[in-house]
T-cell receptor
Framework: DTAVSQTPKYLVTQMGNDKSIKCEQN?????MYWYKQDSKKFLKIMFS???????INETVPNRFSPKSPDKAHLNLHINSLELGDSAVYFC?????????????FGEGSRLTVL | GQNIDQPTEMTATEGAIVQINCTYQ??????LFWYQQHAGEAPTFLSY??LDGLEEKGRFSSFLSRSKGYSYLLLKELQMKDSASYLC??????????WGAGTKLIIKP
């Protein structure tokens, strides 16, 4: 069983479209994250949810909207896609937001905006 | 501000030893992680240091000096499969990991 799974793995779309990426973790963790890794390989945190509640919302365009229906799922919806949104988006989870425990990452979703 | 500094790229020979350095400046400190990331894959956990000193785990060891804002990852008996990026990530006062750009390690036969 994959601990953190995200779909789709690859997404190619046109500018202006809306797309979603889904993430699920079966580790029983309380905290989930969305990270963006650009072409320069920096991992930048976008959002963090603890038990379905938003706890981190970095400076991200409001075209990006996370949704956590329950603590095992954290989805990312992106409106009006732009060329600069092309990146790999990683979902991750950790046991507890207050303790800097190990992050478990999903395989990543490579988004290409044409 | 918060800053992580590690070499962009290093090359080493199979069977040798390599040390990847990381210096950091963060708002508060709650330990430091090292992650490995193979090309096209997700980062995977290697080590976590919160106290000064050396932590050894098989072929990999990680060292921390909090007073110097410095850590290194030591890889021994290098294998071709160790070719990957190595990410240094200190944890700040908000328990957030601050990621460096990583060091791309190339292993040659």
């Amino acid at each position: 069983d994959t601990a953190v799974s995200q779909t789709p793995k690859y997404l190619v779309t046109q500018m202006g479209n809306d797309k979603s990426i889904k993430c699920e973790q079966n580790l029983g963790h309380d905290t989930m994250y969305w990270y963006k890794q650009d072409s320069k390989k920096f991992l930048k945190i976008m959002f963090s949810y603890n038990n379905k509640e938003l706890i981190i919302n970095e400076t991200v365009p409001n075209r990006f909207s996370p949704k956590s229906p329950d603590k095992a799922h954290l989805n990312l919806h992106i409106n009006s896609l732009e060329l600069g949104d092309s990146a790999v988006y990683f979902c991750a989870s950790s046991q507890d937001q207050r303790f800097p425990g190990e992050l478990f990452f999903g395989e990543g979703s490579r988004l290409t905006v044409l | 501000g918060q800053n992580i500094d590690q070499p962009t790229e290093m090359t080493a020979t199979e069977g040798a030893i390599v040390q990847i350095n990381c210096t950091y400046q963060t708002s508060g400190f709650n330990g430091l992680f090292w992650y490995q990331q193979h090309a096209g894959e997700a980062p995977t956990f290697l080590s976590y240091n919160v106290l000064d000193g050396l932590e050894e785990k098989g072929r990999f060891s990680s060292f921390l000096s909090r007073s110097k804002g410095y850590s290194y990852l030591l890889l021994k008996e290098l294998q071709m499969k160790d070719s990957a990026s190595y990410l240094c990530a200190p944890v700040d006062s908000n328990y957030q990991l601050i990621w460096g750009a990583g060091t791309k390690l190339i292993i040659k036969p």
